[in-house]
């Protein structure tokens, strides 16, 4: 399962490892390096101490005192070792602290040269050990080389170590559990604003609350004032459905009842035509439902591109073929690349009705032009559509009663009104406008306004 | 002529078929898309009415697949969609005029008549060829301003052969599209017919409305007056 809060852990414990990783290599390096180094200067001090301490005996060969100043060369065991070898290898001196052991030879260092070695007792405890070859002159000039060689045990530098190491790695486990332990309760509460968007988006589906608090952080009011967009819209919509349904199935209910008191009028004379006309005031009023606007401003977040060029050749293709025997002249001008923000369908509805209309109104011509509204920059916002004919037009009365009701004009030719009414919602749903005037081709010229849709809020 | 008409409401096709045939079409019927499709790509039709919500195929792909197929037979749609966005896509599919139900039967009659006219290249229900006029709404004959009273089998023919005026029409087209299925097929009736109408338009046989081609078939011979 796919988890923010456990991406950011896993990832804050790999950063964390490796840091503390890269942390302890350096700190144990550099204690470890550090504490050799000071080893090295006592050696280097005892070893100094040792030839100081050294003197020529009676047999001209070099002798040590069996007391040294350092007390730890005369403690069997003490850790501390001193030797003194000749020429040929043979050991002439070695420290009480030596007894009973045996301290490798090693590598002889070059004549006046320090060697530092590490070497192990035959019991495999390691040595840290110094050698030092001299030539002594002696008081008659002679001289002879010897090999100075002091060497201490490493036990207890190692266990310092080791101690040292331990707590290392105490601390830091101990800081980094401790880092994880704070990181999730912050992450915690971080998530929370998230968490109380999923409880009050399920309290909205149970219809506990209507929208979404605006209690949430910067980062999040941007998330939960769309939601609360949409959520409206969706209500919106559903509230327009539920109206639309609501009027369709109520004014139904009168031409079944004018039916239905037919039915017991059968004598009538006219019957027949009385029937049909309830059947057509049906038809009318589902039709006119049946057309409304499937979007509206409001829907802003659902509105698609409609491609007004192509939309318009496919309508204006189609009313050819029914008007061919009348065969209308169509003067088309369409902004190259304009685009209309909405319903594809409602586009339709809007273009269809008015080019339905002036073609069965015309004489001959149907002029027909889509512009961006002025002054909007880009073309997909905002629209002016623009349908005008040669026919008889409308006068500027009946033209107030369209708008304001759409009724019908003239009743032999059937949806006149209903298509200027349809037409009239669907621009009002988009806050547009409609309006009626005299054409330049001499008839009606039906122009609908929709203005530039908003998005930035 | 012969019409199709594919529509599932039984109620409504019943109605249909009746008053068309009543109008002296021959009507074939299928009740629904797979059936209507069949009926569409291998019957010779003249028309089809398509009803665009329909089982098993859509009203859209039958009109689709009929005109991938090169048939160019008027197709009137019935649709209950009123929506533009509907109609435009069945135009677009290759229909040639829509209905919306519901309907009046005239306004049915009206479309098939005129898309039949249209088909033939005519551009009004008036057909005039010389001193031959033929108003398809009325089914009314005249022959120099004199009314020709027909039959309706003799109108039918007429019709027919002038709504093609110049094309050469067989006599197995001319009982195809005029009777129903199980119309008795004798050509002969068909030369029986031809000779009355000849003599009823043409007493003196002056004017010469209608060529005979031998082993071919007939032809309205009088040139049009106005085409559309």
Redesign the interface.
Known sequence: MYSLSSRLLISVSFLLLLFFGITIAVLNTAFTEAGEQARRDILDGHLVALLAAAEPDDNDELALPDRLREPRFGQIGSGLYGELRNESGEVIWRSQSALGLEIPEGVTPELGNHLFAREQLIDETPLLTLSLAVEWEFDDESSKSYVFKVAESLDSFNAQIAGFRGQLFGWFAAVAATMLLAFSFLLRGLMKPLRKIETEIGEIESGDRASLSNKFPTELTGVARNMNLLIDSERARSDRYRFTLDNLAHSLKTPLAAMRALLGDQQNANFGERF?EQ?DRM?EIV?YQ??KPAASVADNLVLQSVNVDK?IT??I??LK??Y??KHPEFDVSVEPGMQFRGD??DF??L???LL?NACKWCKKKVRISVVPSAGAKAIASGMVLCVADDGPGIPQDAADALLQRGMRLDESTPGHGIGLAVVKDIARSYGGQLSIKDSKLGGAEITVSIPPVTSAR | MRLLVIEDDLTLRESLVRKLSDAGFAVEQAADGKEGLYFAEEYPIDLAIIDLGLPEVSGLEIIRKVRAEGKTYPILILTAR????D??DG??AG????V?K?F?FEEISARVN?LLR?SGGW??SQLDAGPVSLDMSRQELKVSGEAIELTSFEYKIIEYLMVRAGKVISKSELTDRLYDQDFERDSNVIEVFIGRLRKKMDPDNTIKPIETLRGRGYRFALERNQS?
């Open positions: 049909n059947i038809d039709r049946l057309r939309e496919r309508l293709d189609g073929k029914v061919h025997d594809t369908g339709l509805e273009a269809g009705n339905d | 009123d929506r533009w966005e109609k435009v135009l677009s229909a040639d005029d829509y919306v519901p009046h005129a249209r551009a009004s559309g």
